[in-house]
């Protein structure tokens, strides 16, 4: 209280006493219900209708004289330390009662703690902790918990009855929302000794929540089967992650750490790796994902194999001849593999084999014929296959017949018509037309005149034989009589 205020009430009551007023037997004190901070310093006055030097103050605390009146004094307490608040005025034989104040000792917290709190997974419930120490009155404290500006609790003391500073302890359970990423909680804590002490608020530092919403399982995407010395492409999607940028991964094939690219979009995250082996049989990939405080993790077995390379020789042949066709394997191979040489129509050899041959006497007609080595491989009902192709080449000598080379030709006079004859034949023959023991440039147009007539000795020559052939033209005369 302003000791203005107290001297008012002094000199008030002075007055009063020396004008005589008849008024009962009283002692009074002032303030009745102060209220002063842990450690301070109070003035109280006390008054009474008898002589001052008859009244005294009864207080826990130490106190002194800094006033006198006819009928009051005014005492200073200081180090006002204790709990025990209760003061008395009294008069010494007098027949009034004494007058008490209570003295409200306040003390501001001397700390505002948050609990910790984990990393959230969204759709759980976690407690939110505030502790404060070390306040009084704990009746007049009201904690406020904060996320961002919405309040999520407001807890007050009113039934708290003990007057010495304390500790208290706020708990709310609240559920993680997938928005509270990021925002903040804080502690607000407000004692209100109005109207007659001061309105103190203090906050806690702040702490971040940080959520994360992973339902839905990561996604691998690989092919089951891979063959040995080559690459394959493997790509893993945590979908519908948030935030999808927090998402970390870690990718393993066959027991080793796999080296990825990390891409985000939209609420996508991947990761995209190449993975290789050169051990036959089983292995497994895994990939694991981890948000937050959530870890999920989804594995495939891929199947390593090994195929040989097939081989692939035949031998050139003239017609008549035998042919030896090979189909051999180089390189590793897993257990079951099979071997086959093929045509284009049927099966000519097979077997569960490392080399296989297949016997034929040479046609004029398997001339260019395709031959296929071929090796197969069946994992869980998927064939896997290597190939090689080659043409057969038949060597064979000439034949003209009718429709390579016409033995008949009729031209007119004047006209401009081309001597056409050609054979089959590997290689292909050289063909050349003699007349009258002249060379005729068959295949060039000319202009026919009657001494075109006639017959024409045609041979086709290779290195494998030869064929002839007598070619008849008759030339029509222009004018006829």
Not at 469 to 479: A, I, L, P
Request: glycine content about 8%; hydrophobic content about 40%; some cysteine.
């Amino acid at each position: 209280m302003p000791r203005s205020f107290v001297l008012f009430l002094v000199a008030l009551g002075s007055w009063a006493f020396e004008k005589g007023f008849t008024e009962e037997n009283f002692v009074r004190i002032q303030p009745e219900n102060p209220v002063v901070q842990f450690g301070g310093s109070l003035e109280i006055n006390c008054s009474a209708n008898i002589e001052a030097n008859a009244i005294g103050l009864e207080t826990a605390f130490r106190r002194e004289i800094i006033g006198t009146g006819s009928n009051w004094k005014v005492f200073r307490l200081t180090n006002i330390s204790d709990w025990n608040t209760l003061s008395l005025c009294f008069a010494a034989d007098h027949k009034a009662k004494p007058a008490k104040a209570t003295i409200t000792v306040y003390k501001s917290p001397e700390g505002i703690e948050l609990d910790p709190v984990p990393e959230m997974e969204v759709g759980k419930q976690y407690n939110l902790i505030c502790r404060v120490s070390g306040v009084a009155p704990i009746r007049d404290l009201t904690v406020t918990l904060l996320k961002g500006e919405e309040q999520l609790l407001v807890k007050t003391f009113k039934d708290h009855t003990h007057p010495e500073a304390g500790a208290v302890v706020v708990n709310h359970h609240m559920i993680a929302q997938q928005n509270d990423y990021n925002k903040t909680i804080t502690c607000q804590t407000s004692l209100d000794l109005r109207p007659t002490g001061p309105l103190l608020k203090n906050t806690s530092h702040s702490i971040s929540l940080w959520t994360f919403d992973f339902a839905k399982a990561p996604l691998l995407h690989t092919g089951l089967f891979l063959e040995a010395g080559t690459l394959m492409k493997v790509t893993c999607d945590a979908p519908e992650a948030s935030p999808a940028d927090e998402a970390v991964f870690d990718l393993r094939f066959a027991g080793k750490s796999l080296t990825f690219n990390a891409t985000v979009m939209g609420g996508l995250a991947s990761a995209q790796a190449v993975i290789a082996s050169s051990s036959v049989g089983d292995h497994e990939l895994i990939c694991m994902v981890s948000l937050g405080p959530v870890t999920k993790n989804v594995k495939k077995t891929v199947n390593v194999f090994a195929l040989p390379k097939p081989i692939l020789q035949i031998g050139s042949s003239e017609a008549g001849q035998k042919v030896n066709i090979t189909c051999g394997a180089e390189g590793s191979a897993s257990p079951g593999f099979k071997m086959q040489i093929t045509d284009t129509a049927k099966i000519l050899a097979s077997g569960n084999v490392n080399f296989l041959q297949h016997e034929m006497i040479a046609r004029q007609e398997d001339d260019e014929r395709e031959f296929i080595c071929q090796v197969t491989l069946t994992i869980d009902g998927q064939v896997k296959e290597r190939s090689v192709s080659q043409i057969l080449t038949v060597f064979y000598g000439p034949q003209m017949d009718d429709s390579s080379c016409p033995r008949t030709w009729t031209w007119k006079e004047g006209s401009t018509t081309t001597l056409t004859c050609s054979a089959l034949g590997n290689p292909t023959p050289t063909v050349q037309c003699w007349k009258d023991g002249r060379l005729y440039n068959i295949g060039e147009p000319q202009l026919i005149q009657i001494d075109h007539d006639g017959i024409y000795q045609c041979n086709a020559t290779n290195q494998y034989g030869c064929d002839v052939r007598d070619v008849t033209v008759h030339v029509e005369c222009k004018f006829t009589l």
